[in-house]
């Protein structure tokens, strides 16, 4: 009763309508800001208890694991082995310079259709002892790469004691790549051999060829000669 006696006379007045309507709508507001997700909270005790395990009894020896990994990862030690060949490789092919070992020596060996007449003999005997001079120094340069079988199994073995003590990420893969650059060296020497096999068969071909080219160019020479007589 008291309190429709009051909305009577409060409604009469616009201030105290607002008022009142103030008063009455205070207590719904402050029910909606009481918000409750019990599923939200319930995962977060979770996730809480979970953390607080792993710290607690997880958290040293992932620590440690941590460790191992990134010290693995860092440490280096399969580094350093490369050694340079390229002095042994042009010491090959220093071999290969006394005989025909370049296109200017190539051709002036092999002038090819040339009558040198009254000289033909001291030129054929020059023209033969520079061929043969050739095929000595590739079989030199045979020689050489042979002997060196030794050197290069001791690197091996540097490499595989490498590969063998590494415990490390880092460390193997240096030694991996210490490994390939070995591998790259014998393709060097692969090449080397194949330049060597190029020269030979250019000068056993030029050889043979200027040998006939001389051969028709004296007999032609004959013949004319013959003929103007």
Request: hydrophobic share 45%; glycine share 6%.
């Amino acid at each position: 009763m008291l309190i429709s006696r009051f909305r009577s006379v409060a409604l009469k007045t616009t201030p105290a309508a607002v008022l009142i309507g103030f008063v009455f709508s205070a207590n719904p507001a402050r029910a909606q800001l009481a918000v409750s997700d019990s599923p939200v909270e319930a995962n977060t005790t979770v996730i809480a208890s979970t953390v607080g395990g792993i710290s607690n009894q997880q958290l040293p020896a992932i620590i440690t694991q941590d460790t191992i990994t990134a010290q693995s990862l860092t440490m280096p030690g399969g580094a350093g082995r490369f050694q340079s060949q390229l002095g042994y490789l042009n010491s090959l092919m220093q071999t290969m310079g006394t005989g025909i070992a370049d296109a200017q020596s190539f051709a002036a060996t092999y002038p090819g259709w040339v009558d040198f007449g009254p000289n033909a003999a001291a030129t054929a005997a020059q023209i033969t002892n520079q061929t043969l001079t050739t095929y000595a120094d590739a079989i030199s340069v045979a020689q050489t790469q042979a002997t060196n079988f030794s050197a290069e199994d001791t690197h091996f073995q540097a490499l595989e004691a490498c590969n063998a003590a590494s415990v490390s990420v880092l460390q193997a893969i240096q030694c991996g790549n210490e490994i390939n650059l070995a591998a790259a060296q014998q393709t060097q020497e692969l090449r080397q051999l194949e330049i060597t096999h190029i020269i030979l068969e250019a000068v056993n071909h030029g050889e043979q060829l200027n040998e006939k080219s001389q051969f028709g160019a004296n007999a032609e020479a004959y013949f004319i000669g013959g003929a103007q007589q």
